[in-house]
């Protein structure tokens, strides 16, 4: 369902942004693969109703996959189950990459990389479970310290199909660089895809791909205000404004589709990023978190960024 040999691009899960309007814009602009916001295990099966509409497919997104996490086996297994109900998801990503404390304090997320049998088991579940087509798995470097070889191989020993690694370990947060020569040491350890992950732009996409020998990108945070990054890394230019403003609009038009009269409000923290650079953008950012009404809404929009 992935052509490797075409080094696609992936937007990676992101909790709060690569929502279904985000995948749906993204897709058209150039990414190949989206996966969803990571989803908690536990949530999945309590069912919440939050929690059920997260799992909601894209109309471009195809494959479309879903990343869970958790800890617990049982549960685990469980929300697999749910998730093999639902014929358009493709795949499942298990999450082993999130550093965040909430996350970790319930021994999920990058404290997996602390317990890699333990981790293997969860992947080995999960592919033994799960009736879709692809089981993959989002990986940092390390914990405390790098084990890039040892995480991936475990990973690949569990059978999935594919791994991403995040160049950074879970200590780092998001501070300094991320480590380019460590995903290449794990590239190299395994005969299974691997995915590059962290500070990837435009300018450097070309680098890492050479760097790590890595089969895709996967891009996160710098999408963020920034979707057409997708477009700039295949046509390998940048993008005029014109494109620029129709990504921003479609992606207003995509929210309110997805969101109805909600999607104004949750849209502004996307127009915060978007107006980064632009003159009088601090007033711009003043002015959108006063507004509620759609209408409204895309006609300030339009006006701020067709006169810049």
């Known amino acids: 369902m992935i052509d490797f040999s075409k080094k ?3 937007l990676a899960p992101m909790a ?3 929502d279904l309007p985000l995948r749906n814009l993204v897709k058209q602009f150039g990414a190949d693969v989206t996966i969803s916001e990571m989803i908690s295990s536990n949530a999945l099966v309590y069912e919440s109703e939050k929690t059920l509409k997260m ?3 894209a109309e471009l997104e195809n494959p479309y996959i879903v990343q869970i996490a958790g800890s617990d086996e049982e549960i685990i297994k469980k929300a697999v189950e749910i998730l093999n109900k639902f014929d358009f998801i493709d795949g499942i990503d298990f999450n082993c990459g999130c550093p965040v404390n909430k996350v970790i304090k319930q021994s999920a997320g990058s404290a997996l990389l602390l317990e890699l049998d333990k981790l293997q088991r969860i992947l080995e579940l999960i592919k033994k479970t799960s009736k879709k087509r692809i089981t993959s798995v989002k990986v940092r470097i390390g914990y405390d310290k790098k084990d890039p070889i040892e995480i991936a191989k475990a990973c690949e020993n569990a059978g999935v199909d594919f791994i991403s690694m995040h160049g950074r370990t879970r200590k ?7 480590d380019y020569e460590a995903i290449a040491l794990a590239k190299k350890s395994i005969q299974i895809p691997l995915i590059a992950n962290g500070d990837i732009s435009a300018i450097n996409a070309k680098e890492v791909f050479d760097k790590t020998n890595c089969d895709a990108l996967m891009i996160g945070r710098a999408s963020i205000g920034n979707p057409w990054i997708f477009y700039e890394i295949k046509q390998n230019k940048k993008i005029d404004k014109q494109t620029k403003n129709k990504i921003i609009f479609t992606h207003f038009d995509e929210m309110l589709k997805h969101y ?3 999607g104004v409000s949750i849209f ?3 127009l915060h990023e978007y107006s980064k650079g632009y003159n009088d953008a601090s007033n711009f950012r003043d002015q959108v978190n006063r507004i509620n ?4 809404m895309k006609k300030y929009i339009e006006d701020f960024f067709n006169k810049e």
Do not use: D, I, V
């Open 16 to 18: 709060g942004f690569s």
């Open 293 to 296: 009404n759609a209408k409204e």
């Open 55 to 57: 799992l909601e497919k």
């Open 8 to 10: 696609p691009l992936f």
């Open 268 to 270: 502004r923290k996307h």
């Open 172 to 178: 780092q947060m998001y501070s300094g660089n991320s």
């Open 260 to 262: 109805k009269e909600q």
